[in-house]
């Protein structure tokens, strides 16, 4: 039978590349076959006295977990499975922005390194085309009190087929596809991923009122008529009109720091 062009081949991630290619930029990149969960595995870590810009990244993750205790699976080798632990030294009352620095990030870098025309559904689910392409789930670690510690997961679905993702959702080289761009090869996304959020989350550590801006730009949630369902069961229909100094989405005048929201037709 022919492979055809939605079933690249899937190499291995050469973690001496990714150490050789990263160390200048503060990161710790290690690379293991599988595991339960890579936030999980860094929190550990994060406890045990860990450093920032510890990276860890899976092959296969079987006990992955998204934004309210979804899971996330990918099939071995098709995705990037990683968690990266940070230590911010801002003000406490900034750590809930973490996770949306890292959404502008990764949307900045595949629109310039793999041409895909990605944005942010509040918080930080990327999307292309109202597919689902990755998601992010943050942590925050119990450390000494006056210090900070945050983990940061990210499932991105990068050669992934069609017949191998959910309802829904849709890969990098789907997106590739579609607008006639050539395949990037995983590791060398992993890379100018990782340089990306690297830079970002420092900008946002000198700057932490600046990242409303850029978020507010790549946000496809704001203008929009959403459903948000919130944590206790209720459920509220409105227009989000923006992004609060605080990371909350303004629907209708009320703003939300947690909830799923679904964008309406």
């Known amino acids: ?103 502008v990030s990764l949307v900045t870098t595949l629109r310039r390194f793999a041409g895909i025309p990605a944005v942010v559904k509040w918080p930080n689910d990327i999307l292309v085309d109202g597919a689902k392409l990755a998601g992010i789930l943050a942590e925050a670690v119990p450390v000494q009190p006056g210090e900070a510690a945050v983990v940061v997961g990210v499932g991105l679905n990068v050669d992934t087929r069609a017949d191998e993702l959910p309802p829904g959702a849709t890969s990098v080289v789907l997106c590739q596809q579609q607008v006639s761009h050539p395949p990037t090869g995983r590791g060398e996304l992993f890379i100018e991923l990782l340089r990306g959020l690297v830079g970002a989350y420092r900008s946002w550590s000198t ?24 944590p206790g069961g209720s459920v509220l229909i409105g227009t989000a009109t923006d992004v609060d100094a605080h990371g909350r989405l303004v629907v209708d005048g009320r703003a939300f720091a947690a909830g799923d929201v679904i964008h309406l037709r």
Request: net charge positive.
């Open 1 to 103: 039978m022919r492979t055809s062009a939605a079933q690249p081949r899937r190499l291995p991630l050469d973690s001496g590349l990714l150490a050789a290619s990263l160390s200048g930029d503060g990161l710790d990149v290690r690379v293991v076959q599988e595991t339960g969960s890579t936030n999980a595995d860094l929190v550990a870590a994060a406890k045990a006295g860990a450093g920032e810009g510890r990276v860890l990244v899976a092959e296969l993750q079987w006990a992955g977990r998204g934004r309210l205790d979804r899971s996330w699976t990918s099939p071995p080798g098709a995705g990037l499975t990683f968690s990266v632990l940070f230590r911010p030294t801002v003000a406490s009352s900034n750590l809930g922005w973490l996770p949306l620095v890292t959404g």
């Open 207 to 230: 700057e932490p009122a600046a990242v409303g801006e850029a978020y507010r730009s790549v946000c496809a949630t704001l203008g929009r008529q959403v459903r948000v369902e919130l």
